[in-house]
Structures are given as structure tokens and as C-alpha cells.
């Protein structure tokens, strides 16, 4: 079977394909180069830099398999970056994997690999994907390394996306993983895990959104919930619920971002226990098994990517919006992020946060 | 390399060998742009022959007040990214567009040559869509200055006649491995009496012009291919039927299609060709995994496709310069192969298509 593998130059996405070239697979290795390689040499980014492709390809070359790389860039600006931008200034704090992954990768890509006569895209996610011969449908299931596990970012695919996906490491373990890669003899055995936003390497979010925005003055007041001025801040895409440090308060308690309003480019601050939040309303909600449930559900939902997934009720609003209370308060439950729903190891749905209230 | 692996440099007969080596590759390029060898200098490449002269000519002029550079938006990135620097350095640079035919216009270069202009940069065939620009009137127009006239003729030498005499012109690059020579050597022609700053200082070598012990295999392998090419010029004629062959065959069985750049003023071997709601990547792609190597634009760092330049700066949509692929032929290309091109790309084309406009409606 001819599998197209979205190749970032990681160890997963490596691995991921020397696994299927193994069992018998035609591979195509593909990369994405997404942002200009030669205007800004120091803007490339910890995922997919100039680095990175050499070394997807030099993996390929390895295992024997063709490699190409495609040039996303005006793609990743439109569906990725310009809309991580506007989640700022909207007082949002968006997470851009998630679109990453459904409009290039489980999109673009896969629209390109079926030029190529591709049956698949596999990807190195620690996921997994199983058919239901009962109900005739895929399963989104967590990975085998519950630390690993990265349904998080994949709760948009659809049925038909599923149906073409590949996730060749979500059975194993990181450390089966970095075993096969030795065993393989890839080069990208020992190579360090990325974290950061690919396209802010630098890790300053409110310096690169700064640098995005016309220079307008975005400055507002904070207030605590009783309404009461407390200081000025510089704009609220600098900020996120649940931070602290940055808001350049002289007060007695911590005070924590608990809520951004950006029609009075206004920033509510209290101490933690204000926090601490029991409901969201979620928009643009992708059912895994295709449509909504019909009634409540008792799940867990996780509501950012290192968040324990608490138990809570989900409550269907149409097709694509959800209602959750969550059984004990959350922590920082702030607009922008994902939120997904889960039964046990099954993912049964997601969306973006869009509300929260205590 | 085992029998004359002695320095050029040294007084001993190894070395003595080695320099004869050279002489003989020195004589050989020579002949193929019909100049002398000792105006011959050897270095690692196109991109390197294009920086001496770039450099070399602006650092001799900009003292004396020459401080402008003309050239076109159709040229290498060898070039382009070279006055680019230059422009840190005082440089003005004046770029010219080409026509839609992919044709420089020689007055308006000329146009912009005064006196306070170091040199005139204008390739001599273009790497992209094969257009063979009319040096010999840009020189004619643009020499009462008193600039300096170079021309990057890596697409040219080895596939066209090509001679500097007649071009009159006063620098000329040149790269082996674009006329089946080795990697990694090349060579830039320096009229005698046009004074150039060296930019690799260093020992004596090729007249001091160019310091660093030479490339001996490769510039011994660069005289071989340039004696093996100059007997080919006999053939272009049989490459460009094949190529004709192939785009008229494209032409008329993929709907949509056009070929850029002035047809009857090209290099025999190459046709650039553009494919309406394609993007040209995944046809390369497709036709790569069917064993058939093309080319988009030029390729950048990481191996992947940059919107082309050179067909922005003929003024082409920029919908051009996504879909736009270039096919080369070689020396050995056969009938066969292009019947098999010709035949797959149809089938290709029509299902990237398809899938181009069910994307679009689920959008």
C-alpha cells in the first residue's frame, strides 16, 4: 500500500515511517517547509526548520524511500498563523497544532497524497486509530504512553479523515520509540523533543503577535471583579487567563488574569481562587463518531494540552456546540484553547473553548 | 588524479605534470567561447565566477564615483543576491524587467547606463525558460559609458555558440557540470585589460588573480566536457526537435497549457511550460515517482519550490509562477522517453485536477 508520511525531522514522524517502510509499505516521505527559509535564517523554529527537513531527509534517504517537500508557506500563513493572531488581539489564547493538523496536514497534505495515489497519511502522533466492525465507524483512541498522548491536537478529524490516517507510534512508548529509531539507525535517534510554538522559537508569544499587529495603542485598564482600577496594561494579546507575572501589580496577594474583554480592551484580575471555574460552552464541535449524541454525557474533558482530563457533563447544543460542567471547579478554563471529551480511552469529541464561567 | 596528482605550483615534474593538466582544460574552455586562455580563470562555479566578477569590477570602480550596477529581474540569484550585498556597500542598483517573451530589451538597459555606472549584468541565456537575451546589442548600447558589460552565460556555454569577441562583452561565467562536466568547477573569462579586484586573496595561482591551489580533477574534467560539448553543438539541432516534439505533444493533448518565453530565441535543450489550476510541486511530484525528473523555477535551500522569480519579472500572473514546470533534455535523451513524458502527463494532469477542484468545493 502507498503511504504518504508527513515528515517533520523529528524522531516520531522518523520512526513512524522507517516502521512502515519496514513492513512493506511504498513510503512517500513529505515535509512541509512552512515559513520563509531564507528572509529570517534565525526565525526558523524548533519543528520543521530548514534543519529539520535536511534531516527528514536524510532519513528517507536512509531508509530508501523518496522525500519531497512542499512548500506551505502561503498556506500556513493564511490557515495557522493569521489566525493565531486575531485569537490574541480577540483576547484568546489560541493553540496553533491543532490547526496545523487538520487544515494542512489531515487536509492539504492529504489532498496532495492522493494526487500521488497515496491509500494514507501517517503522521508521528501518539494516537490511535481503530476501526469499529460493529458500528462501522473509526475510533480516535489515546495513545499506549498516556504521557505521550496527543488526541488532544487531532479532536477535529472527521470520519473520512480517520478513515485515511496512520498513526504508526501510538502504540508505543517515547523510549520504544528512540529504541527503534537506534535499531533503524536514524540519525534523528537522539534528537531532543520539541515544545515550543514552531514559529516563535524564542518562546516571546506576545512579542511575535506584537510584531504581527499594527501599531495601535491596545492599552487598557485592570480591573478586579468588583470593578475597581488597579493598573494599566499594554494590550490584552499580551495576555493570557490564569497568568500572573507581566501584569506589573503592587498588590498585597497575587493577582492571576481571570478574564480578557477585548471590546473594553479591559483585563479582569483576582487571587487564585478565583480561578477556579466548573462551566464552559465550547464552539465548532467535531464529533468523532460523526454526529452528536443525543442526550448528556458523563466524560472527562481536558481543556489544555498538560491538563488531567476531569470528569464532567457534556450537554450537545446542535451539531456543533457543547455545554460542560465539570463535577469539582478547573484551573484557568481561558477562551481559545481546545476542549476535549473523553470516554475512558476513547475520544468522543472536541471544540474551542468559547465561554467560561465559575 | 593517480598518475598527476602533483601541485601546479611546485617546481618538481609531478607538480610539472599537474600544470600542464591544466593549461590543456585552460585551452579547451577557451576555445568553446572562442577566447584566449590566459583570459581564463578557473574557480569552483557559476556562483563564484558571478561574485568575482560582480565584486571584483564594483570594488576596481566604486572609488573612482562608479557606484551603479545594471542588471535584469530574470537573472540567477547568483547574481541578483550578489548586488543585493552590494547595495550595503553604496551600490545603486537598477534592475530591468523582461518582456512576457522572457526577452530583455537592450534599450531599456541601455537606458539607464551614465557614467556613473560600474557594470552592466545581463545573462546570456536564462535558467529558466531558455530565453537568449540579445547581448550582443545590449553591449553595443550600453558600452559609451565605459562600464563594465558581464554576462552569466552558465546556461549558455556548451549549448549555444558562444563568442566573446562577437558578444563584446568583458566578462563571462561559466559552470562545468551545466555542459556535463564535473560538480564544484567553473570559470570566469576576463577580457585582457579590464582590471578586476581579486576576492579569494591569497598565493599566485591563475595569475593572481584567483589564490587557492586548484581544483585539478575538476578543471582537468571541465577541459574534457568543454571539447565533448563543442563537438555536441553539431547536435542541437536533434535536441531541439525533441523538445519541439514534446511540447507540441502537450500542447495538444493537456488543455490549459502554454509554453513561456519567446520560442524561436532559446537554448535547444529546455521548455518552460505552464499548466492552468495545477500547482507545478505536485506534478513534479507525480512525475518524479513515475521516474521522470523535472524542475520548477529554481530550486531554493531546502529542495523546495519557489514561486519563480524570473516569470514574476516577465510580468506573468503570479498564477504563472505556481504553475510552471521546465523540462530538459540532455544529450542522451531519447524518443522514447519523450513518447513516455508525452503520454503520461495527460492522465496526470487531468487527476490533479479533479482532485484540485473537489478541494476547492469542500472549501
Known sequence: ?358 | MREDFGNPSSVHSYGQRAKGALDQARSEVASLIGADPTEVVFTSGGTESDNFAIRGAYDALAASGRRRIVTTGIEHEAVLNTVKALTLRGAEVITVPAGRDGLVDPAAVAEHVNSETALVSVMLANNEVGTIQPLAEIALLSKAHGAVLHTDAVQAAGKIPVSVRSLGIDLLSMSAHKFSGPKGVGAIWIRRGVRLVSQATGGRQERSRRGGTENVPGIVGMGVAATLAQQALSHADAVAALRDRLETSILGSVPGTAVNGARDHRVPNTTNISFDGIEAESLLIALDLEGVAVSTGSACSSGTLEPSHVLKAMGLPQAFARNSLRFSLGATTTAEEIEFVAGALPRLVTKLRRLGRTAEALR
Open chain 1, 1 to 358: 500500500m502507498r503511504v504518504v508520511v508527513a515528515m517533520s525531522g523529528g524522531v516520531d514522524s522518523s520512526v513512524a515511517a522507517g516502521l512502515l517502510a519496514e513492513a512493506g509499505h511504498d513510503v512517500i516521505g513529505l515535509s512541509m517547509q512552512l515559513y520563509d527559509q531564507r528572509a529570517k535564517p534565525e526565525a526558523f523554529g524548533s519543528c520543521c526548520s530548514l534543519d529539520d527537513l535536511h534531516d527528514a531527509r536524510r532519513v528517507a534517504a536512509a531508509l530508501g524511500f523518496p522525500h519531497y517537500i512542499l512548500n506551505f508557506q502561503e498556506q500556513f500563513r493564511a490557515a495557522v498563523v493569521d489566525h493565531f493572531v486575531a485569537e490574541y488581539a480577540a483576547g484568546r489564547t489560541p493553540i496553533p497544532c491543532v490547526q496545523c493538523n487538520a487544515d494542512l496536514k489531515f487536509s492539504t497534505l492529504a489532498e496532495r497524497a492522493q494526487g500521488f495515489d497515496a491509500a494514507a497519511v501517517a503522521t508521528g502522533h501518539y494516537a490511535r486509530v481503530v476501526f469499529d466492525e460493529d458500528r462501522r465507524r473509526y475510533r480516535l483512541l489515546r495513545s499506549v504512553d498516556a504521557d505521550k498522548d496527543q488526541t488532544y491536537f487531532l479532536f477535529s478529524l472527521t470520519q473520512d479523515q480517520l478513515a485515511h490516517a496512520m498513526f504508526p507510534v501510538g502504540h508505543l512508548t517515547k523510549s520504544d520509540v528512540r529504541h527503534h529509531a537506534a535499531r533503524l539507525g536514524l540519525a534523528v535517534a537522539d534528537k531532543p523533543d520539541s515544545h515550543e510554538i514552531c514559529f516563535i522559537p524564542d518562546g516571546d508569544t506576545a512579542g511575535f503577535v506584537d510584531r504581527q499587529l499594527p501599531a495601535d495603542d491596545r492599552s487598557g485598564e485592570i480591573v478586579d471583579s468588583g470593578g475597581a482600577v488597579l493598573g494599566r496594561h499594554r494590550g490584552i494579546h499580551r495576555l493570557t487567563v490564569g497568568q500572573r507575572k507581566g501584569l506589573g501589580l503592587a498588590t498585597g496577594t497575587p493577582m492571576y488574569v481571570l478574564k480578557l474583554e477585548p471590546v473594553e480592551s479591559r483585563v479582569i484580575v483576582g487571587p487564585r481562587e478565583e480561578l477556579g471555574g466548573r462551566h464552559l460552552t465550547a464552539t465548532r464541535v467535531n464529533w468523532i463518531a460523526g454526529a452528536p449524541p443525543d442526550a448528556p454525557q458523563h466524560l472527562t474533558v481536558r481543556i489544555r494540552h498538560r491538563h488531567q482530563d476531569a470528569p464532567a457533563v457534556v450537554t450537545p447544543d446542535g451539531t456543533d456546540r457543547a455545554a460542560v460542567t465539570f463535577i469539582d471547579p478547573q484551573m484557568a478554563i481561558t477562551p481559545g484553547q481546545a476542549v476535549v471529551f473523553y470516554d475512558g480511552t476513547d475520544v468522543i469529541g472536541g471544540g474551542w473553548i468559547d465561554t467560561a464561567s465559575a
